[in-house]
């Protein structure tokens, strides 16, 4: 099994609909983080989190908002979805400050907003 | 602004070298660091430069020259598995990872 688990893998919905995407680790880390990935584009960081009482911005936090359940458990939600959210979304671990580069990838999902 | 750059696509043959560069501008700097992705996979981390010069690892490395804000993964004896992209990253001055759009990396017979 993955160490790093998204669900879902793919998923096709429609302009305005709630879309949660959910992240579960077993790595046993502190740091995660959701990104997104689009065509000649570098991966951008849309929210991150050092432990389940945080929470922080990145660079394209606007019309997404996360929910730290546990440590464990990271989610991604886009509460009206928008045609130019479709992209491919990565969650990621890492281990402390000082390991904070290595990042520990799930498998993906990929999102299509019609 | 912050900006990291790398060629979009190389071509290389199987049981070659072939060098990706990366140049960078940040806002401060505490490491690089070299990822591939497989196509339809996620990124996997392969190295780690913080201080200038070569970083080995088995038919990898990477270079760093942080007075001239560039880096370079090298790659020897190339395999047909080694087709994927390369991510270059920098961590800023805040411990925010910056990340290029990634090389492509075609191998041929």
């Known amino acids: 099994d993955a160490d790093v688990t998204q669900t879902p893998r793919n998923r096709i919905t429609k302009t305005g609909k709630r879309i949660m995407l959910e992240c579960s680790q077993t790595k046993g880390h502190d740091r995660m983080y959701w990104y997104r990935q689009d065509p000649g584009l570098g991966l951008q960081l849309i929210y991150y989190s050092f432990d389940v009482k945080d929470i922080n911005k990145g660079e394209i936090s606007d019309g997404y908002s996360v929910s730290r359940q546990a440590q464990a458990k990271f989610s991604l939600s886009l509460e009206s979805a928008i045609p130019n959210q479709t992209a491919l979304y990565f969650c990621?671990?890492?281990?402390?400050?000082?390991?904070?580069?290595?990042?520990?990838f799930g498998e993906g999902s990929r999102l299509t907003v019609l | 602004g912050q900006n990291i750059d790398q060629p979009t696509e190389m071509t290389a043959t199987e049981g070659a070298i072939v060098q990706i560069n990366c140049t960078y501008q940040t806002s401060g700097f505490n490491g690089l660091f070299w990822y591939q992705q497989h196509a339809g996979e996620a990124p996997t981390f392969l190295s780690y430069?913080?201080l200038d010069g070569l970083e080995e690892k088995g038919r990898f490395s990477s270079f760093l020259s942080r007075s001239k804000g560039y880096s370079y993964l090298l790659l020897k004896e190339l395999q047909m598995k080694d087709s994927a992209s390369y991510l270059c990253?920098?961590?800023?001055?805040?411990?925010?990872?910056?990340w290029g759009a990634g090389t492509k990396l075609i191998i041929k017979p």
């Open positions: 990253s920098v961590m800023d001055s805040n411990y925010q990872l910056i």
């Open positions: 430069n913080v």
């Open positions: 990621a671990t890492s281990a402390g400050a000082l390991d904070a580069g290595e990042l520990f």
